[in-house]
């Protein structure tokens, strides 16, 4: 069975610039949350989303972005690329959106803004 | 923050267990105790997790003690592969908050 996959694996992008960073989550899974590391930090959390509804949001600007289409499938959007923002961008997929439900994680998307 | 306080190294040598302490002194009630690690800034590969019941798969073994303050992950038989940066995480209905992790070094 597949996992969570998130695109594209590898990017670079010019300061000011916009970037949108996909993800699929497990099939049936409904929750989608995305994550923030930069090297050498743990990961830090930026939004969840269940059922198409944004559930949780982390001390991130509203530069940063996301929604959850029908299919479960999500997209993570950051505008005005800062060279603070390269970092891994990690996608989770959970069944659903309640303590104690194993999260899942992708492979990450790596972004470095020049 | 992260609620979880962890030691930033240890070294555990292959074939010995390997045992992560983890403290999470302020864990409300309905909140669970997850363990993940991460080899190579890869994305976080899932252990266990558990509410205050100790628990066992076939990776590791997590020992919560009765009040819920600390937590022990223990792999039964370290081997080179399990290098990594091992994270305990407390999560109630809500996100994932991630410390910085114990990286553990399995030696020869």
């Known amino acids: 069975d597949a996992g969570v996959t998130q695109s594209p694996t590898h990017l670079i992008k010019t300061r000011g610039q916009q970037v949108t960073l996909r993800c699929s989550p497990i099939?049936?899974?409904?929750?989608v949350s995305w994550y923030q590391q930069v090297l050498g930090q743990g990961p830090q959390f930026i939004f969840q989303y269940y059922e198409k509804e944004e559930r949780g949001r982390g001390n991130f600007p509203d530069r940063f972005s996301a929604r959850q289409f029908p299919n479960y499938s999500s997209e993570l959007n950051v505008n005005a690329l800062l060279l603070g923002d390269s970092a891994l961008y990690l996608c989770?997929?959970?069944?659903?959106?309640?303590?104690?439900?194993?999260?899942?994680f992708g492979e990450g998307s790596w972004l470095t803004v020049v | 923050d992260a609620k979880t306080t962890q030691p930033p190294s240890m070294d555990c040598a292959e074939g010995r267990a390997a045992n992560l302490p983890c403290n999470h002194s302020t864990i409300s009630g309905n909140e669970y105790v997850y363990w993940y690690r991460q080899i190579h800034s890869q994305g976080p590969q899932y252990i266990i997790h558990g509410l205050k019941n100790n628990e066992t798969n076939e990776m590791a073994s997590l020992i919560i003690t009765e009040d819920r303050k600390s937590s022990t992950l223990i792999l039964p038989h370290a081997t080179l592969r399990d290098t990594a940066v091992y994270y305990c995480?407390?999560?109630?209905?809500?996100?994932?908050?991630f410390g910085a992790g114990t990286r553990l070094t399995v030696k020869p």
């Open positions: 989770a997929s959970s069944l659903l959106f309640v303590s104690g439900n194993t999260i899942y």
């Open positions: 995480i407390v999560r109630g209905n809500n996100d994932m908050r």
């Open positions: 099939s049936g899974h409904k929750s």
